[in-house]
């Protein structure tokens, strides 16, 4: 049975424990910062980033100079007329991943843009949430090839990744990147026409249901047709070009609409970016039978788009079975893996209790003793993204010292995302995933290959790696032992030791080797020199890659 | 009443041959390549497994199409607009069933009669779902448990303290199919740098990669349940036993090794995308790797690979000519390469057999531009050990489930027990305790 009621005193372990799930951890000094305040009032301003320490007005201005590694520049295409050079962007500079430059559709500056975001947002509860929803509702970008509309949608998990999920739900739906990575944008079925299962089927098993949890085949169906037109149109100034090459164009942004033969205005162009007056009829009219219920999916009521009264049947009339697969994916991510069938149906109960308030929901669990329980603690495997933002976070400068240092003391994200050790060869290629139903947590994000290129991230983090980018060498994730790891001088090697498990706070790991690896970094005497700071590394480079580095 | 399901399960241990589900082998007629049929070499004894997944469930009815009989009605009244109804688009390979020439290559290879086509492979009480019917094919037992068909070969087969290399996949991922209770499979993507970071190789003093074994290998031996710890110290210890081989030369990388034959995605390559432009070269890529590693002389017995895309809702009728040439092109392509390998055991064509699966076929009823989730599929298996032709019945398209969907003709887990058996060597009775009954084999081998 899942205790749910709320702790009322907690440790610094406890705080430790909290920080590393529902954010990116916590460095021992903001940790017991963070243990004086009662649990319930710190964890409500942890999740709501209400507070001066996740005032995000110095994250926001950071990110004006977050990319430090210099822009290439873009030739003119000698044949597209009107093209013109794209001068090169020195670092700093912000993530060219604004609407102006849409056009680049870069994966990899997506990628390190979040990835920064990650590291610095004082509110990181936001982060934690993008991944926890991106994994849920995984799109990508091999299909979407759209880095800004990827982006979109991760705002989305910020905006409303807090509110009702079936508002959720209905939102992802609408979603331009997710219309087109599940063919929403193909569901033609005016008539009788056959429809395009393909988001239907996945809206119910990998969104809101579980597979073979409620629902038949012929629901699959009968919920393509309502969903059949879901689409989205754009403005003139949604569809960027590229100034090196102005006949190319990119989708900036959409605007969710229903493709039934009206008018398009006042947009004017279709998703494909194709000119039009009016929108292809492709929405089916009349009824459907859905869960047993028929419903109208032409008249529309509450605001709500053609089919949706369909889409939000859901939670509806299936709210058990909707609250239990979110408990299972709830548990896997924040809790452990090993819950048992009654801990998911207390979750469950607790979820429809809420009105299925995703804010309401995250604070209960996170808040309950169930959580905090010590068999849940160092009990689960880490997603290589939160692995190696966490390190980042722990390892590098903070904001407030990085955006003073000249270089930035910001990683080199887009070269750690490019070609240094990709988080794809982590096991978890950020916004672009492999399939629908994203990556399998838990001991499914480790097998030889992953550990491989672990090791290699964690010589970037520990090693003081470099790499070279048009003409300048970057550090990967700049970091210094003496200011950073260590401002007050270790005495001894298991200070050390000790300093380094305190700041990565891996599982436990066995005496026995820890103190082989004390013993063969330090054979001798310990003087806290040039050579014993370049141990330090060394060692910390061991946790990372150890069984225990990899838990939290 | 015994149904045809009933009777392929319950098929004697002894590897009975399913003489009645063979009716169509033999059936040679390709008309691509000139080389005629070639009668099979014996197994060799030293076999090597190439599995191929075709992820996302392939509209195989749309690569092996009836071109005659009373399936040829259905078909084209349900196909009207993806069919393959011009018989310049296929050559027939007998029993009323083409073979499109966009699945490059195939016709060549099934002229020479080193193909066996088992359509209509599939399972009772199939599952529409890509990731539930991909379980299910993974862990290939009547009573599924967690573990796959080889991974639970591995844990048979290999030594429990060795054979690091003997399973291995070339995807980034370690798919159910190749987990076991006690042993998993390796995964090697890339075959350069195959080595710990160039930190421990570049004259530092850290007293290399000793002490990161001491952090997987005295974690494997300390006594500690956690799944996630024990996940990790497994990992890290089979890829630091992995990069230890000689075979892995200076910075870790294998020999180089240029390919003898043009692969899909390669500059020059003959057959380009319907909508022009070059094929994907995922999957070819993979066998290039795996050839490279049969080439520098690893000791792997079982590779898995993997092509995706076949999700065909929509935008079928480019997509899936697209596809159909990287995976024909790449087989072929691959097959022929493997005639230029030696190794200690004899020429790489000769031991290799490629083996495919896909989760399941598609609805026979188009939709707008695609087709939806379906059930049985087509598996196909390359080699010239095989028996070519055809095996197992083709589905009948006029008696379909009550979602329009073809009723399976031939249990999967009969192609994994010959497989287990007639090309890995497992006793028939082994075979049956790891698929958890018996299966009848198929005649291909």
Known sequence: ?552 | MTTRRDFIQTLGATGAALAGLSACGGSKSGSGGGTPVQPPIPVPSAPILVVVNIDGGYDWLNILPPNAGANLGVYQSKRANLGILDSAQMSDLGGGVGLNIDLTGMDALNAQGRVAWIPGIGMPNPNLSHFTAGDIWGQGSATPGGTGWLGRFADTAFNPTGDVLRGLTVTSDLPLMLKGANRSFLSISSAGGYVFPAYLFSGNTMPDAALIESGWGTALSAASTDPGYLAAAQAGKLFYDAQNNPAFGAGGSLLARTPSVLYPGDAGYPVTRLDTGTLNGGLSRQFKLIAQMIAAGLPSQVYFSRLGGWDTHSNQAVDHPNLQRALGGSIKAFYDDLASITTTSGIAQDRVMIMTYSEFGRRVQENNGGTDHGTASLSFCVGKAVKGGLYGSYPDLANLDGNGNMRFTTDFRSLYATVLERWLGQPAATTNSLLGSTYGRLNFL
């Not at chain 1, 398009?264 to 039009?276: E, F, K, L, Q």
């Not at chain 1, 089916?284 to 039978?289: H, L, N, Q, V």
């Not at chain 1, 599982?507 to 330090?536: E, H, M, R, Y």
Request: proline fraction near 5%; charge should be neutral; aromatic fraction near 10%.
């Open chain 1, 1 to 552: 049975m899942a205790n749910l009621s709320a702790i009322s005193t907690w440790t610094l372990a406890d705080v430790q424990h909290f920080a590393r799930r529902a954010g990116f951890g916590l460095n021992p000094t903001d940790a017991a910062a963070l243990q004086i305040q009662a649990p319930g009032t710190a964890i409500d301003a942890w999740i709501d980033g209400t507070g001066p320490v996740y005032d995000p007005t110095a994250f926001t201005a950071a990110l004006a100079t977050a990319d430090v590694v210099t822009e290439s520049q873009v030739n003119a295409s000698t044949t597209d007329p009107g093209a013109v050079n794209v001068a090169a962007v020195p670092g700093p500079h912000a993530f060219l991943v604004d609407t102006a430059n849409a056009w680049r559709n870069n994966l990899n500056t997506a990628q390190a843009y979040l990835a920064w975001r990650m590291q610095h947002n004082p509110h990181a509860f936001e982060e934690r949430m993008v991944l926890f929803w991106h994994n849920l509702f995984a799109t990508g970008w091999h299909k979407v090839n759209n880095a800004a509309l990827m982006l979109k949608q991760i705002q989305l998990f910020r905006s409303q990744g807090l509110g009702r999920f079936d508002d959720l739900l209905v939102a992802v739906s609408k979603d331009p990147a997710m219309c087109i990575w599940l063919d929403s944008v193909l569901n033609n079925a005016p008539g009788t026409s056959i429809p395009n299962e393909n988001y239907a089927r996945e809206a119910m098993e990998l969104y809101s249901l579980g597979a073979d949890n409620g629902y038949s085949q012929a629901d699959i169906t009968q919920l393509a047709l309502a969903l059949s037109g879901w689409s989205f149109t754009l403005a003139e100034a949604d569809y960027v070009p590229n100034p090196a090459s102005p006949s190319q164009r990119t989708v900036a942004d959409g605007h969710f609409r229903v493709y039934d033969g009206s008018a398009i205005a006042p947009d004017t162009r279709a998703w494909y970016g194709g000119t039009r007056t009016t929108l292809q009829n492709m929405h089916r009219t009349g009824t459907i039978s859905l869960f047993g219920q028929t419903l109208d999916i032409t008249t529309t009521a509450n605001g709500w788009a053609k089919g949706e009264n369909a889409l939000r049947s859901i939670v509806t009339v299936k709210g058990a079975n909707c609250a239990k697969f979110l408990a299972e994916r709830l548990l896997i991510h924040f809790v452990t893996a090993a819950f048992t069938t009654q801990d998911r149906d207390d979750v469950a109960t607790m979820i429809q209790a809420s009105g299925f308030d995703l804010r309401v929901v995250l604070k209960t669990l996170l808040k309950s003793q169930y959580f905090f329980d010590s068999a849940h603690r160092f009990a689960l495997a880490e997603g290589p993204v939160s692995w190696t933002v966490r390190a980042a976070r722990m390892l590098c400068p903070p904001l407030t010292v990085a955006a003073g240092q000249t270089p930035k003391g910001y990683p080199a994200w887009r070269l750690v995302t490019n070609n240094a050790t990709t988080f794809d060869q982590m096991g978890m290629k950020l916004l672009d995933a492999g399939g629908p139903n994203g990556w399998k947590e838990h001991t499914g994000w480790l097998n030889s290959n992953n550990m491989r290129y672990r090791t290699k991230a964690a010589a970037a983090l520990a090693l003081a790696e470099t790499r070279s980018s048009n003409g300048t060498t970057y550090a990967l994730f700049p970091t210094s032992v003496t200011a950073d790891w260590f401002p007050t001088a270790p005495a001894s090697t298991q200070a050390v030791y000790d300093r380094l498990v305190a700041l990565l706070q891996p599982g436990p790991i066995p005496t026995a080797v820890g103190t082989a690896w004390l013993a063969a970094l330090w054979p001798t005497s310990f003087v806290w020199d040039a050579a014993s700071q370049t141990k330090a590394r060394e060692l910390a480079f061991l946790i990372l890659c150890s069984p225990a580095g990899q838990l939290y």
